[in-house]
């Protein structure tokens, strides 16, 4: 007689099921991680090297090979990007059970989101938020918008490593065939072909409340301002709950990076990064125009060392007009 | 890979010969015949119990006398002859006969009650229902086919731990086995390190992980054999495979 299986065992075994097929490999299962939208991650132990990574592969029904193909342009934009605040990808293949995966870097660490609390002071969150705006910015300058930033797909690691993950939904930009990445096997003609569909499909599309108005509505031109958006709700993240964060230069900014608009929002990474770096060491930001009494008051703030010792000077000067011995 | 076979994996992990269930349900010979009428009602009579149960609403009497008119046309009536696998999966060419049979349910009723074709199966309608207790409630609006596919998959991997167990004990691998159970049957055994299952059982950690692993690969490759001997093409076994394990092959 069979054995009658619940529901959750059901699902348990299926998992069991679908790990990954290791035999053969230089791989060894040790745990299950976490499952995202295609793929299911693990840690494995790379018994070559004799050090554990994470090993993300396909857990999902595949019936036309779309997350095939999205499982290798990840692994292949992620590789492109050499930055150390990208996880580096170590290899990819198939496994003998068929489907295709790749190895990264084991990020031991807790997520933006769970890791907030612990961040107390201003300052450093938006220290933080200039370290993600440095690996966004370094993806756009290769020609690779992420499509789903959010807390929860950046990781801080334990010694304070600000990693930007989960690039599961990343498109490389423009047209030019040396910007574009071969998909799976198909040629360049066909890797476009098969990102549009992808996009068009809208089985995945990003996060609600950090996606861009224009990626909601499924613009198939999307550019990096469409990160910016994303940044900007990220920002408002970290700042939403902190008295300091009331600060009027801070709040344009986040106005700005979230603007309805593309083309009122920041253009650049950089242009966003810099005037939270302004704001950071008191200078003016470009998205909040200040009045020139406001300005100078600023000036004098930002000089008011100089300003104070030529006071005291002209102070002991006068004081000497006055009382010096006739 | 030069010993991968078509369908993706080790050649020792997957046999590529494949035994046809319809054409075996047709075979001139009685042992080849009843053996695939074995594998097909073994696989479909909890599944088309409970459908009948779940998504006809019908009560256990009338829901057991359905399905037992319903395998008998299966076998009598030249049922699995019109079956198609250029058109649809078996599974749901079976599930499609089972609407079809309780949309006409009073005429069904009609010639059971005056006897029918007089051949019972012997199944085990007690251990069906028994289970339909621990099974959510089904609301009108739920997707039959999805509703069909799940009680599918409980079966056939029912049927394929029965077999991993039995293996196993062959093998001298019992333990592989109870560890399968434990983390992936049992409630709760997944809060368990693996330390501390090494520790229920004396043996290393590096142990669990591996008979584990190896109770899991059993298990998948199973299911795999299970689903082969139960699907007709090449495309319909890939398919199932795909929606019971979600693995592509």
Redesign the interface.
Known sequence: ??????????E????????P????TRY???DKLGQGGMGGVYCVEDTELERRVALKV??????D?AC?VRLLQEARIIARLEHPGIVPVHDAGVL????PYYTMKLVQGKRLDEHVESIASLSDRLRLFLRICDAVAFAHAHGVLHRDLKPANIMIGPFGEVLVMDWGLSKVLGPSPANDIPIGHADSGAATENRTMLTAHGTIVGTPGYMSPEQIRGDASLDQRSDIYSLGAILQFLITGNAEAIAKPLSAIRVRAMAENPETRYQTVSQLSTDVAHFLDGLAVSAYPESTMVRAWRWVLRNRTWILLLLAYLLTRTLLIFFRPR | MADDTSIGGARHQFPSTHWSLIEGTRSAHAEERQRALDTLIRAYWKPVYKYIRLHWKKENEPAKDLTQEFFVRLLDKGLLDRFDPARARLRTYIRVCVDGLVMNEDKAAHRMKRGGDGVLLPLDFQSAEGELIDLPVVAAEDDPEKLFAREFARSVFGIALERVRRECDEKGKGLHFELLELYDIEEGGKELTYEEVARRFAIKPTDVTNYLAYARREFRRVVLEELRAMTETEDEFRREALALLGVRL
């Open positions: 007689m069979t054995r009658f299986l619940n529901d959750s065992a059901l348990r075994l299926r998992e069991a099921a679908d790990s097929e290791l035999t053969g060894r299962l040790v396909i857990s999902v029904p595949d019936p090979g095939t003998p059970d068929g489907r």
